[in-house]
């Protein structure tokens, strides 16, 4: 074996083939690519999507209510579907709100996240009746102004800023001084002062990381949340109705990266919740997911329109870019740029014998789509598919730059 070979991106799974040309929910993306009316596009299968939330469902424990967070994938058709499919919809915005209430979410369903929400945001919340996580003392006091000039007693969870943090995360959420949720050593206090409020308390949210692929990391995070939880709920005006103890299950998008094994986070939450304390005793568990839920059910395709060779590299030039997908670039969260999973949709399981950079049609050297990638040979109007990209893909952004026009999205 030669030991200078870089480590392979783990098994993309969901997708077929027909001839080369690789298929989503059955469609070869060549026909897909017609029928959406051209490249650049994103295409995320609902198949793959209502079967992620089946097997999540098998692997936890029965009682633990799952929440989609709209922010990975706010496409409306996507937010539709997975009302179907989850318990509740947690939403970072009033535009989130809207989507997530217009998808036919009950508002007691829908929680609303998030720094710095304005006084005008917070009084669409309590007017629609969704429950609102206290992120800061100041949000509490101002949320409670606006019920009382309301006539209303806003439905409220206090989003705790944990003393720990989940370890080997893409994203740490908690732990540490963080703009997210309130101390934990403050919410006792806090919680006093709620009980004089016009809000009627409703549970905690603690939500320490994002993107995490060790089982161990998670199962240790989800038991010091359950203690937290527990220790704090001594102190609430009532007994938490839930509890969202966060998510952070992570996918594999890079070379070396593992799938996470759900299986065993399952059976370790199941034994944690039958020796749950009697604080928690009659508290739903909530686990709030994005990117394990929709990221790989995504892919991200464009054309390639010119291909050139500059020094000795063969660049493919493609209709797509990071104005698309900036994930994708390296530019959203990644200290070093890797390479995402791709393929040249119409060329699979023809033998890779070239190395190519692929790049996207914005002047900036910032828009690679993928560095030194082994192909099949290809060039102009080849199609090349990115794959996990179902998450933080077109929302996470910045479609204005170099005014392009956006790509089509399609759920099928
Ligand atoms: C972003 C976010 C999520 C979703 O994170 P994923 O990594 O997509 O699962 C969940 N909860 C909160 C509070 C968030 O901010």
Redesign the pocket.
Known sequence: MNTRQPPAHAEIRGFGTVGHCLTIADIPLTELAESVGGTPFYAYDSGLITRRIDHLRRCLPNEVKL?Y?V??NPMPEVVRLLTELVDGL?V?SVGEMRLALEAGMPAAEVSF??PGKTVAELTQAVAAGIVV?LESPGEMERLHGIAREAGKRPKVAV?VNPDFELKAS??K?GGGPKP?GIDAEQVPEILLRLAELDLEFHGF?I?S????LQAEALIEAQRKTLDLAAALARHAPERPRFV?I?????IPYFPGDQHLDIEKVGEHLAARLDRLADELAATDIVI????????EAGIYVCRVVDTKLSRGRKFLITDGGLHHHLALSGNFGQVLRKNYPVAIANKMDLPADEVVDIVGCLCTPLDRLGDKVLLPRSGTGDLVVVFQSG??GLTASPTGFLSHPPPREVLV
């Open positions: 929440h967070a922010k990975a947690d970072a996240a998030g996580m989003r893409g994203m959420m997210f949210h939500f990381g994002s993107q995490n969202n966060g998510g952070g299950f992570g709030e997911l994005g990117r394990y839920i929709v990221g998450a933080y």
